[in-house]
């Protein structure tokens, strides 16, 4: 359900502008105030029907780990670190996911923007952002059973090639509308095969005493690079142009080349 709203969200811009000309709202307010009422509904439905209270099995015999001054769990992030210092796969995983987060929401953020300074309508946008969240979630499934068949690593190449063909057909034909539709959908299957390959190779390389919380912490540092390539794409946009932050997003891409390009594929890697 979560996947069918992504989808469906960027697309209320058209029902938003049917409940602007009533209420005289914008465009961008009528859809943010349906996408409240959305959320005020969920919010009821998961009060109201949430039963048990899943907190209610978490009974006064549950075992709680150890903590030190202040509630922390001691040494918990320098284990993780120590680990990927001598996990060079867990390393190869954390750098896939990061890249792929980079440069997914880098382009992903600007290209509406991009869309509109071309002429493009709100339906438009819409309709690209939306198949791009369906690149992105759609063949996961059929991501992870390839990963699983032919390996991790080789699932992340597919995805990094993939990146490669969306970014330079945004490089060559910024100003051709379905050409960029196209290289969204791209971006989120090179983004779908890198995250999710990327991520299921860290889970099994890392031990399970840090597994958990390294994920939480990978995960945590993901959204953080994410937001920051957002933050940092606009002005480079402003600065130069689409093609150019496309060609910045394949440089991106080049540490992560270099660090698989620099051990062999072995059938434990995966």
């Known amino acids: 359900m979560g996947t069918l709203g992504s989808v469906l969200g960027p697309n209320l811009g058209a029902p938003g502008e049917v409940i602007g000309a009533g209420t005289g709202l914008t465009v961008y307010a009528s859809a943010f105030l349906i996408a409240a009422v959305c959320l005020a509904i969920a919010g009821l439905i998961v009060f109201v029907w949430l039963r048990p209270d899943p907190l209610l099995f978490l009974g006064p ?79 996961s499934p059929l991501v992870g059973m390839l990963a699983d068949r032919y390996g991790h690593r080789a ?38 095969f890198m995250n999710v390959a990327g991520s299921a190779l860290f889970s099994l390389v890392v031990s399970a005493e840090t597994r958990a919380s390294s994920q939480g912490r990978v995960d945590a540092l993901a959204n953080l690079c994410g937001a920051t390539a957002a933050f940092l794409s606009g002005p480079l946009l402003a600065a130069t142009s689409f093609s150019v932050l496309s060609l910045l997003a394949v440089v991106t891409l080049i540490p992560l080349i270099a660090v698989l390009a620099g051990r062999p594929l072995t059938r434990r890697t995966r």
Request: net charge positive; charged share 10%.
């Open 61 to 139: 015999g549950t075992p709680a780990l150890p903590a030190g001054p202040g509630g922390k769990q001691p040494g918990r992030i320098r284990k993780v670190i120590a680990e990927l210092r001598v996990n060079q796969r867990g390393r190869v995983a954390v750098i896939a996911v990061l890249t792929a987060q980079v440069v997914m929401v880098a382009i992903m953020t600007m290209t509406p923007v991009h869309i509109a300074h071309e002429g493009g309508s709100i339906t438009i946008i819409g309709i690209t952002i939306s198949l791009h969240i369906a690149g992105m979630y759609g063949p």
């Open 155 to 192: 699932a992340i190449v597919a995805g990094i090639g993939i990146f490669l063909a969306s970014l330079l057909i945004g490089a060559a034909k910024p100003d051709n509308t379905g050409w960029i539709i196209g290289s969204l959908i791209l971006l989120g299957i090179g983004w779908s």
